[in-house]
DNA sequence: TGATTTTAGTGGTATATGCCACTATATGTG
DNA sequence: CACATATAGTGGCATATACCACTAAAATCA
């Protein structure tokens, strides 16, 4: 019976997979944004930032791959950060295809006061949600974003019957 | 010492659970869009017509409750379906600020011939990550996704040390 | 080396999504 | 009933994100 009830007692339908990431990824937005409110970034802002931090300065093709995000995608979401100060672009020296992006150091100013309110959200999230449950939630996430997967499903044969 | 990486091996932090989400939006979109491909409609527009479906006429403000969604953004979402003749919005007679989200009978047709293909790619998903694990899964995600969830996140006291 | 193919970015266009300001309508209060 | 407040939607603006077409530059191959 558990399987059959495609529409839930709340009469939200939650049998979607990519819906409920979806659902889950509004609220979380919106909890993590708050939280980085009066810096007037948001979220999605620091962990690009952080991720740029710790890339040593990547390609945005290379930073593009780590945040599992369309190329052309990248590069849009770069421009308020880039405009605003914070991201610079730098021509690869080497490949004359390809930029370097960096963190300027107002950027870098930023990523880390944005740090401490990032971590009170991180810490407010294992305390509701519970940490090792986190842990383990984070390693599913991840294993759903890994190329690997992306693989694997597009390979799976559609054999239903 | 684990608990320390904020770096993992491959260079991607992996460490924020908001980011985590996000990432996982992404490759899922990206992976149910390429399977409604042919259709002309993303993952997202199905889904939504699914729940409109499934609930019985709701008003917007019930349709963005359910969905975990801004009011306003329900709104611009819809557009694309509206001007595409496949929803339509009826004042409701009671309540006139309300109005009545519905499919048209376009729209039903168009639910109706996705809902196969939505089926495909959820057979795949279970077949690449586990039926069981996937149920588990959802269950999480509806919970982060629920008012309790971001009740307990916004009260959760910031005391570490 | 010259032609072909692949790779990196950019710009256009479209959907997804949020916040704020504003309008209309309903509700509650004295 | 008149006024204050709360609720439902809309429209503007901004970011998030994707696909496609196009340019430039590197890599491959004949």
């Known amino acids: 019976m558990a399987q059959n009830d495609l529409q839930m007692d709340d009469g939200v339908w939650l049998y979607c997979n990519n819906s409920a990431v979806r659902r889950a990824a509004r609220q979380l937005g919106q909890l993590y944004d708050e939280a980085m409110g009066k810096t007037g970034l948001k979220g999605t802002q620091f962990s690009l930032m952080t991720q740029i931090v710790r890339s040593q300065e990547p390609t945005v093709k290379a930073l593009a791959d780590a945040m599992v995000m369309d190329l052309s995608a990248l590069g849009h979401t770069l421009k308020p950060l880039i405009r605003d100060g914070l991201v610079e672009l730098i021509p690869d020296p080497k490949d004359r295809r390809a930029k370097r992006v ?3 150091p107002e950027g870098v ?5 944005m740090l401490g309110l990032w971590q009170e959200a991180q810490d407010r999230f294992d305390k509701s949600f519970g940490l090792e449950r986190a842990q383990e939630l984070r390693q599913t996430l991840a294993f759903l974003s ?3 997967f992306a693989e694997s ?3 799976a044969e559609e054999n239903d019957a």
Do not use: V
């Not at 100013?109 to 006061?113: G, N, P, S, V």
């Open 102 to 104: 960096k963190l300027t």
């Open 109 to 113: 100013a930023r990523q880390k006061e």
């Open 146 to 148: 890994s190329p690997e």
């Open 153 to 155: 499903f597009r390979r």
